[in-house]
């Protein structure tokens, strides 16, 4: 079985600062991962996600992460925090033959303070 | 294109009573995943539906159940109603076939059990 650990349920930043998230995930097979992120009262939207190949995956909004298997990581990045990256985000793995079921970390809640 | 949408919006049964949720997939999608969160949680998976079949389940009771029509519509149903029931009930589409396949969520049933 597969399992996704958030560190830091709240993490708060200043505008313009690094935000850094991070997410380390549990698998015997090569995992899928994403990053996906929910706004107050809304559904879950997709930032990114690795399957295969490059490491490094972009996603949107200026939001990247980098798939490590030797530290069996895949932490959320962007380098520049706006108003409006204020939100909940949630790290998935699924694996394959597992049809896409996502198992979901507990989420990090993100505030940007002026 | 509509995206996911789900019905209704909000809802507030008691317990003991019976829930019908509703959930329509992107266009061209064939797979339909349905999700419970709870305040303060990531979401947890229930069940996935493809072809009119339930294709794999998650570690919920039988009173919960689905149903997929021809249309990939589908409808999660909730029997004899707990207080513990009382979450965002999230519907996720995606195409058949890989786990990698992105999943797009709808905006969520709220679910408030008295």
């Known amino acids: 079985a597969q399992s996704v650990t958030q560190l830091g349920s709240h993490v708060s930043v200043s505008e313009g600062a690094l935000v850094l998230l991070r997410c380390n995930y549990s698998?015997?097979?090569?995992?899928?991962l994403f990053w996906y992120v929910q706004y107050p009262n809304q559904g879950l939207q997709l930032l990114l996600k690795?399957?295969?190949?490059?490491?490094l995956v972009k996603g949107i909004n200026g939001f990247e992460a980098e798939f490590k298997k030797s530290e069996t990581s895949f932490h959320l990045t962007k380098p520049s925090a706006h108003m409006s990256d204020a939100a909940e985000y949630f790290c998935?793995?699924?694996?394959?033959?597992?049809?896409?079921?996502?198992?979901f970390g507990a989420g990090t809640q993100v505030v940007v303070t002026p | 294109d509509a995206g996911v949408t789900q019905s209704p919006t909000h809802l507030i049964k008691t317990r003991g009573q019976q829930v019908t949720l509703r959930c329509s997939p992107k266009?061209?999608?064939?797979?339909v995943s349905w999700y419970q969160q709870a305040l303060g949680q990531g979401p947890q998976f229930i069940f996935q539906?493809?072809?009119?079949?339930?294709?794999q389940r998650g570690n919920f009771p039988d009173r919960f159940s689905g149903h997929q029509f021809p249309n990939y519509s589908s409808e999660l149903n909730v029997n004899a109603l707990l207080l513990g029931d009382s979450a965002l009930y999230l519907c996720?589409?995606?195409?058949?076939?890989?786990?990698?396949?992105?999943?797009?969520f709808g905006p969520g049933t709220r679910l408030l059990v008295l």
């Open positions: 996720a589409s995606s195409l058949a076939g890989g786990s990698g396949e992105t999943q797009y």
């Open positions: 698998s015997s097979v090569p995992p899928y």
């Open positions: 690795y399957t295969t190949g490059a490491t």
């Open positions: 998935a793995v699924s694996v394959p033959d597992s049809w896409g079921k996502l198992q």
């Open positions: 266009s061209g999608h064939d797979t």
């Open positions: 539906y493809y072809e009119e079949e339930e294709r």
